[in-house]
């Protein structure tokens, strides 16, 4: 909200500025002439030339974010430019000096004009929308860039209308109010300008936060916990109406599906992977597969195989898979990550980046991952939380697809067996709980009381009880993730399961950071994650998770510990399995 209000009076601010005077005189003059012959032309030419420019605006914006984490920089940089620009007028009229000679001249023709016409109505309206361009380029970019960062969405949209509908307001007030506005303009031009060097402040002061990743605990604060296995169940326990009583079927029976509502619409991702964007109806007449996801989660990554394998089996009979990535953590918004891993992990289904939960929400989502089957008349018909019950899920894709029409769907279930980070769970019902090592949501903290967004040094006890963690060395606990400032740190843990997985990220510039891995003292040997050599080393190159410890089994109580070489590194959450 408060941005489309800084929308809004960045609108008025861009015609209360110094670079709008030379033409005003024309508009005022017009103000007791026919609405409808000069003053309807007017407001015409001004909204075509604000529609050209502001389309200049987002497609340039749109593009510099399209090109991953380059263009973030990019766009980074013309926000910074922007707030240049509102912090010196003279450095804004130099750029659009082009556009401004062009309104001069157009603005000399039309004061030539004594007749009433329309075209020299319309012409001022382009003229004052030209001259417009050095007030209206700096405050409408910012705007229109900083929504890029986001992507073309909604939002965005609405940003571009508060910003007119500011625009409009003072030239509305112009026109009814005629010379007593500019006198009055004239009196506010130097509070207006010192509004315009508060708000170029004020953006290269976010500049530099977002360039520091000093947002990323904002983005901790509405990412919501992962869903896994325990969630469904404690799901199902509490709310017996999340999934229709018709689910409960045998094992070898087709389900009898419910209605579960419309499928919602998937215009809020802000990119896609993979494929053009895709609209809800233009999917009708295919049978369609939501799996809402994201690519440290290891319940996600656990299911990729079945969903993959579905994919790919049933895609000539009319299966349309989509993955919708909904970050959780901030390193999981940079889209050249998710390209990155999408590839590694082999997904060629289109992906839609789903960076503003605009499709979570939608869906009325809660759990990564989440699976919603949408027959071919784009009706959800089953929905399924967490991992398992996969022979379930691809028996509900075979009645749908044979009620769309098809005629030779398979019956038979896919036998799938995922490799490394992709290999199914254990049947352990007690492992250790997923462990978040930001103060957001961290339990079982061993050390010294956690000191929040500052450096501390920790101790590790050599005795822990089981799933509590400590560390060890210099460290800086932030909302999402621990960050080690010294050379040598530790994370130690006491856990009981089959797999230990961490989420870990190299050092701010990208670094790779070697590591070390023991198991109850000792190197992992044969126990080794696949991230991790038998003799416990390993490296940290990107931001994902990093299997760490494979056991045969996941019998007994565990001590496990990795140091880090260099300082830099950042762990954000254990997982296991």
Known sequence: ????????????????????????????????????????????????????????????????????????????????????????????????????????????????????????????????????????????????????????????????????????????????????????????????EWIRRGLGVAMLLGVAAIAFGLDTGVLARISTASGGGIEQRLVQAFNPASRPAALQTTADAAPALADLGEMPSLSGAVQWLNSPPLQAEALRGKVVLVDFWTYSCINCLRSLPYVKAWAEKYRDQ??????????????????????????????????????????????NNQYWPAHYFIDANGRIRYQHFGEGDYAQSERVIQTLLRLAGGKDTSTAISQVHGQGVEQAASRQTDISPETYLGYQRAENFASAPAVQDSAADYAASPLLSLNHWALAGNWTIGAERATLNTPDGRIVYRFHARDLHLVLGPAATGQPIAFKVTLDGKAPGEMHGVDVAPDGSGVITDQRLYQLIRQTDGAGEHTFSIEFERAGVSAYAFTFG
């Open 1 to 192: 909200m408060w941005i489309l209000i800084l929308a809004y009076l960045g609108g008025i601010l861009t015609i209360a500025s110094p670079c709008i005077l030379p033409v005003l005189p024309f508009v005022f003059a017009r103000a007791d002439r026919p609405f409808l012959r000069s003053g309807l032309p007017l407001l015409v030419g001004m909204a075509l030339t604000f529609a050209l420019f502001a389309t200049l605006a987002a497609v340039g914006g749109g593009w510099v974010v399209a090109v991953n984490q380059y263009g973030r920089w990019l766009a980074l940089f013309l926000m910074a430019l922007f707030g240049v620009t509102l912090l010196f007028p003279a450095l804004a009229e130099r750029v659009m000096r082009p556009l401004v000679s062009a309104g001069n001249r157009l603005s000399d023709r039309v004061a030539a004009d004594k007749q009433n016409s329309v075209g020299s109505s319309l012409l001022l309206g382009v003229a004052t929308g030209l001259l417009w361009a050095p007030c209206a380029g700096p405050i409408l970019g910012l705007v229109l860039t900083g929504a890029a960062l986001q992507g073309a969405n909604v939002g965005s949209t609405l940003l571009l209308l508060a910003y007119a509908a500011g625009a409009a307001t003072s030239l509305a007030l112009a026109l009814l109010i005629g010379g007593k506005v500019f006198s009055a303009m004239k009196r506010s031009l130097g509070a207006g």
């Open 318 to 363: 009319g299966l349309v898979v989509i993955g919708v990535h909904a970050p959780e953590f901030a390193f999981e918004r940079d889209v050249a990550n998710v390209a990155k891993e999408a590839k590694k992990l082999g997904i060629d289904y289109p992906i839609a980046i789903d960076n503003n939960y605009r499709i979570w929400q939608a869906f």
